[in-house]
C-alpha cells in the first residue's frame, strides 16, 4: 500500500498569511480611529458642559439684572462711577504694574 500525503499548497498558506497580516493591520487602525473619535467626543462633551455652566451664569445675571446691586456692581466697577462724598484710593505701584505689564503686552504683539 502506497498513500500519498497531500501537501498542502504553499500558495494557499501565503495568501492565508497574507490575509491574517492585512486583517491584524486593518483592525489596528481601526482601533487607533476609534480611540482618537473617543478623545474628540469626551473633549466635547467637557466643552458642552462648561458652556452650560457658563449660560446658567448668564441667566443668573439676567435675572439679577433689575436689582439695585448689580447696578451698582456695573457702575462701579464698568463705568468707573462712585456715591457721593466717597473717597476713592489708587495705589500707584499696582497702576504702575499694570502699565508696564499693558506696555510689555503691547510690544509682544507688535514683534
Do not use: W
Not at 16 to 36: F, K, P
Not at 46 to 51: A, F, K
Not at 60 to 88: Q, T
Amino acid at each position: 500500500m502506497n498513500t500519498r500525503r497531500r501537501k498542502f499548497p504553499i500558495a494557499l498558506a501565503i495568501i492565508i498569511l497574507i490575509t491574517v497580516i492585512y486583517g491584524s493591520v486593518v483592525i489596528g487602525n481601526q482601533i487607533s480611529i476609534r480611540n482618537q473619535k473617543l478623545e474628540i467626543i469626551s473633549k466635547n462633551k467637557e466643552t458642552i458642559s462648561n458652556l452650560k455652566v457658563d449660560i446658567d451664569n448668564l441667566n443668573e445675571e439676567i435675572e439679577n439684572s433689575s436689582s439695585s446691586d448689580f447696578v451698582e456692581k456695573v457702575a462701579r466697577e464698568e463705568l468707573g462711577m462712585v456715591k457721593p462724598r466717597e473717597i476713592v484710593y489708587v495705589d500707584k505701584s499696582m497702576q504702575s504694574n499694570n502699565n508696564n505689564n499693558n506696555n510689555k503686552n503691547e510690544n509682544d504683539l507688535n514683534n
